[in-house]
């Protein structure tokens, strides 16, 4: 009796169900992959803060992946400064910068996950528990992924006084640019991070309007539905 009810519940859904590839749910994946993009460019480069340029005429850089210093060497009143990077960063100190970078990287990575699984949504015709669909999960988890992002971008200026930040800025501090001016990388997470809760809010969207219980009065109603909607 009880699996007699399940299947008569499931059959129900089923039918009620209205299907989510239409040319929003298709608009919201690409949306969701440019936002997914954005954000690993922007964490992955060195172009948060951008120095002066050193005696070959390259502009120092700071970043959170490559482990990049600017050396001076020679006399004081002739000082040859030369910018390089010398692979990952290994050391993360203060503390605080590791604290940032941990949340701007839980941020993004779990974002990347989210995106990763919209793969497996484009391939299934539906992907829905029974009087919710994948979209509010999906919504949900993408502002949560933007909060973490934006949470460790607003401590960002905190560890501008940080000697990994100073070697490149000379007299920045905290909340203080010093001889540097922010980069392209560190824009662009500001810009993904503003796209991300768009396109969260529009996830929401399409849940409310693709998945809501509706009457038709023959199975042939619902299919001309099904095919008017995409």
């Known amino acids: 009796m009880e699996r007699l009810s399940s299947d008569i519940a499931k059959i129900a859904c089923h039918q009620t169900m209205l299907p989510y590839k239409t040319w929003r749910s298709v608009l919201w994946f690409v949306a969701t992959w440019i936002v997914t993009i954005g954000l690993l460019v922007s964490i992955s480069t060195s172009y948060w803060l951008i120095g002066p340029v050193d005696s070959e005429g390259e502009a120092a850089r700071f970043g959170f992946i490559e482990d990049c210093t600017v050396s001076a060497s020679g006399p004081a009143n002739d000082t040859v400064t030369k910018f390089s990077c010398s692979g990952l960063r290994t050391e993360f100190q203060p503390v605080l910068l590791l604290v940032v970078v941990s949340i701007l990287g839980v941020g993004v990575l779990s974002l990347l996950l989210l995106t990763l699984l919209t793969l497996i949504y484009c391939f299934?015709?539906?992907?829905?528990?029974?009087?919710?669909?994948?979209?509010?999960?999906?919504?949900?988890?993408?502002?949560?992924?933007?909060?973490?992002?934006?949470?460790?971008?607003?401590?960002?200026?905190?560890?501008?006084?940080?000697?990994?930040?100073?070697?490149?800025?000379?007299?920045?501090?905290?909340?203080?640019?010093?001889?540097?001016?922010?980069?392209?990388?560190?824009?662009?997470?500001?810009?993904?991070?503003?796209?991300?809760?768009?396109?969260?809010?529009?996830?929401?969207?399409?849940?409310?309007?693709?998945?809501?219980?509706?009457?038709?009065?023959?199975?042939d109603s619902l299919e001309t539905y099904k095919q008017s909607t995409y």
Not at 144 to 167: E, K, Q, R
Not at 201 to 216: A, E, I, Q
């Open 124 to 219: 299934c015709d539906q992907l829905t528990a029974c009087g919710r669909s994948f979209h509010t999960l999906a919504g949900t988890w993408q502002a949560t992924s933007c909060i973490l992002t934006l949470i460790g971008l607003g401590m960002f200026p905190a560890v501008w006084g940080a000697p990994a930040v100073t070697n490149i800025c000379k007299t920045s501090e905290v909340f203080g640019f010093g001889e540097c001016v922010p980069g392209f990388s560190f824009y662009l997470a500001i810009v993904s991070c503003v796209l991300g809760y768009v396109v969260a809010g529009f996830s929401l969207s399409l849940d409310r309007d693709t998945f809501r219980v509706t009457k038709f009065p023959s199975m």
